[in-house]
């Protein structure tokens, strides 16, 4: 039986939002040049742009902001480590006594979907 693919749109209403995020998370591995991975990449930017539209982010410090996001994505220090290469390095970013490098800003911008000027902020290490 042949699975009817949806047409996606601007997302304008949080049940569209909800839609696209359980499709996501369907097509997150999908492999690179496959329609699923276009799907992909058509609803990250369509899920960003709403997010941005949406949601206001705290006033908190660089790192604060990251230990949010991944509380709202269901994320560990281990996944942070999966994306960044180094188990060590989260340890010590999470904990100020370490700051977050511009490939860290990069790759936890995207995985968090927080905008990088929000993790460029100055905040005092321990």
Do not use: C
Not at 32 to 51: P, V
Not at 98 to 105: A, F, G, N, P, Y
């Amino acid at each position: 039986m042949e699975t009817i693919k949806p047409t996606w749109f601007l997302i304008e209403a949080e049940e569209e939002y909800e839609l696209a995020l359980a499709r996501y998370q369907e097509v997150k591995n999908a492999i690179s040049g496959s329609e699923e991975h276009k799907e992909k990449l058509l609803l990250a930017h369509l899920i960003s742009d709403f997010e941005n539209k949406t949601t206001e982010l705290p006033d908190v410090d660089p790192i604060e902001l990251i230990k949010i996001r991944m509380e709202d994505f269901g994320y560990k220090a281990s996944d942070l480590a999966n994306e960044y290469g180094d188990k060590g390095t989260i340890s010590k970013v999470l904990n100020y006594k370490q700051s977050l490098s511009l490939t860290m800003i990069r790759k936890f911008s995207r995985l968090l979907r927080i905008p990088a000027e929000a993790l460029i902020s100055e905040y005092q290490l321990k």
